[in-house]
């Protein structure tokens, strides 16, 4: 081997000995050095994620972000918003972008395979169907074939397209698709049910209706880079503080969510557990 080559494999060597040290230090350590945790959050998507009056990103989920970054750093003003959508995500948590999500992420087999998930904290209805108020479908089958809005990403869009036959009008953000629903480009949107409920109790939308109900009740958790043990390890816990404490049956209410026998076992769980 020449001088020059042993000198090039010498280089790889290091390099990859300090690409290992530096992926061996992992997010939480990152975390603290930068004094931030950045999380990505729904900023359309109330009550868990959405813009105040005032135009802050308030809700029940970046209430339990904070949480975390208080938790984790002492403070829960050491964190950074960054606002993503069902469609990138993911993407902007490999990427390095975001140290986690917590932004109505479902658990799912699919997901599981490219993330780590942390603790379920949430269990969500899953997509219903908003419709005028006049329209008489109540099923899902009755859907076959008809244009149907949607968000690009949302896990249910398979089943959507493949068992119900839905045509499927994918748009990136849901003002998108509320314009397309009133300018009647689809007979109705698919979306969370939480949400579409919480839709509907506004003026302008009085004249719309859940037509058709979920079919599934999926759990929510937060959203880590696979094999991040000690990250995940950290956050697991601080969820399960604030469980204990009631920080979320109290975000629940603050939020306008229906009381969740879910989030109240956890609740009693994880109190009996502190104690």
Known sequence: MTIVKKLTASALMLAALMAGTSAMAGTLDDIKARDKLIVGVKNDYAPYGYLNDKGEIVGFEIELA?????????????????PVVAS???EFLTAGRIDAIFATLGVTPERDKVI?????????AGPSVLMAKEATISEWEELKGKPVCGIQGSYYNKKMTEEFGINLVAFKTQPEAYRAL???????FVFDDMTLQQKIKEADWSGYKVAVAPYEFLPMAGGIREGDTEFREAVDKAITKAEGEGKLIAWEAEFGMPASDYIAERAKAAAAKKN
């Open 66 to 82: 904070k949480y975390i970054a208080g938790e984790l750093l002492g403070s829960p003003d050491k964190i950074e918003l960054v």
């Open 88 to 90: 990138n995500r993911i």
């Open 182 to 188: 009133r300018d009647n480009r689809c007979i109705g």
């Open 116 to 124: 780590d998930f942390t603790t379920e904290y949430v269990s969500a």
